[in-house]
């Protein structure tokens, strides 16, 4: 058996996929909206922001800088959709106004001190996932009740917002926001907007899921699970996936509308490679989130146009699986895919799972930074499309799973690959 560390005390247990029974108790502790924007603290957000917005097509929105009288921290907003990537550097200490004075930063939640030890110890990074909520002092106030360790008690911005703040895993932080009045603002209390000339846009609409990396998943799944009330929406265990070579248990949490989805991984030991958790673990000095999955209106529209960026300032991506992957997809897609659509799946590496509700199809870059650290999983969702109160169309949250099929799907389509390899070898002329 290759499991991971012992299941806690704390009534949690993996039971694998086979096992799971999806049912939805719509137990949040209070009422949850969407994600509303990643933060990443790093030591030069300008450069930084630019990349990811080449890389990503996200125009920078909205900046709050020394221009717009933050003395504090320069941090810049990049949007595309529904999706809102936040970079966010620290300034000297020594300009940055005190004695007394207010601070002119935007986000409150800023600590210098804390942002250059993250840096140091983690790379680039995201700090914050943040979350709208409807009162986010009602929020955090329930959260602390039910055991979250509090970061920043709710602060109230310019009389419009709130933010308030909780340890998520490792040194990242949920974040709560609120808007008491929204009209006018465009992100937060302190941005002013920037009107770019040139239009930048891959297709990418919002963030889906937010994947934690922690060193026990028992624990952790408890913890976010017992403040926020979310429940348990998908999970799986090495031996679901059939080869161990994954290296991994899996856990997805979801609020009550199953759009926020925040699933945790915990390395498996004992395996012939080393699990790439473990690895991830090393590298960045402790618990962290792992991969951001943003969600295409259009996959093949964005990976033509990141991959043609990624090797002048774009990101790159994960090697394509062996063409054997695509001759049985059509076996296992053929229904919801046609031949020109997996033709192009093919051309751009593009993976393809489904679970019993519909079709996942998705691609992982490499890295983002430095450090084997954290990637970005490019996504579409296919199927499940419902009708809410009003008649309106939308895709039920998770729609296709997370793409735990691959795993193996892909170790089976190596294995194949490498047995025809060998089969032509065998029939070559052996040089002399
Ligand atoms: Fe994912």
Redesign the pocket.
């Known amino acids: 058996m290759t499991m991971g560390k012992e299941n806690d005390a704390s009534g949690f247990k993996l039971v694998g996929f086979s096992n799971f029974v999806r049912q939805n108790p719509k137990s949040d502790r209070f009422r949850v909206k969407r994600f509303h924007h990643v933060e990443f603290w790093c030591t030069d957000a300008t450069n930084t922001a630019r990349r990811f917005s080449w890389g990503l097509g996200m125009p920078i929105v909205a900046k709050s800088d020394l221009s717009t009288g933050n003395m504090v921290h320069a941090s810049y907003v990049l949007r595309s959709g529904d999706l809102n990537f936040v970079f966010t550097a620290p300034y000297s200490p020594s300009i940055a106004v005190d004695g007394g004075e207010k601070s002119t930063a935007s986000i409150p939640t800023f600590d210098h001190a804390a942002c250059r030890a993250f840096a140091a110890s983690h790379g680039l990074a995201v700090r914050a996932i943040a979350v709208e909520v409807e009162d986010a002092e009602v929020a955090f106030n329930t959260s602390v009740a039910h055991g979250a360790k509090p970061f920043s008690p709710p602060v109230i911005l310019d009389n419009v917002a709130v933010i308030a703040e909780i340890h998520l895993y490792g040194d990242a932080v949920l974040r709560y926001v609120s808007y008491k009045n929204r009209s006018n603002l465009d992100f937060l209390p302190g941005f002013e907007p920037i009107i770019s000339s040139f239009p930048l846009d891959y297709g990418i609409r919002r963030l889906?899921?937010a994947?934690g990396n922690v060193p026990e998943l028992g624990p952790a799944v408890a913890y976010v699970k017992g403040f926020t009330g979310f429940h348990e929406f998908a999970e799986f265990t090495a031996e679901d996936v059939g080869t161990s070579e994954s290296g991994l248990n899996s856990v997805v949490l979801a609020n009550n509308d199953e759009m926020v989805l925040l699933?945790m991984n915990e390395p498996v030991y004992g395996t012939k490679r080393k699990s790439q958790i473990q690895t991830y673990l090393e590298h960045n000095e402790g618990a962290g989130v792992q991969?951001l999955?943003l969600v295409s209106e259009d996959i093949f529209r964005t990976l033509r146009e990141m991959r043609q960026r990624s090797g002048v300032g774009g990101f790159e991506f994960m090697p394509s699986p062996p063409p054997t992957y695509y001759k049985n997809l059509k076996n296992r897609a053929g229904d919801v895919l046609n031949d020109e659509q997996i033709k192009q799946c093919e051309e751009l590496g593009i993976l393809v799972d489904r679970d019993d509700q519909g079709t996942l199809l998705?691609i992982f870059t490499k890295p983002l930074g430095d450090r084997p650290t954290i990637f970005i999983?490019i996504?579409q969702r296919v199927g499940c499309m419902l009708k809410d109160e009003e008649g309106k169309t939308y895709q039920k949250g998770g729609c296709g799973g997370?793409?735990k099929g691959n795993f193996s799907e892909l170790f089976k389509s190596i294995e194949e690959y490498e047995k025809t390899l060998e089969a032509k070898r065998a029939r070559e002329p052996t040089a002399a």
Do not use: S
């Open positions: 889906d899921h994947v699933p991969h999955a998705q999983e996504i997370f793409g």
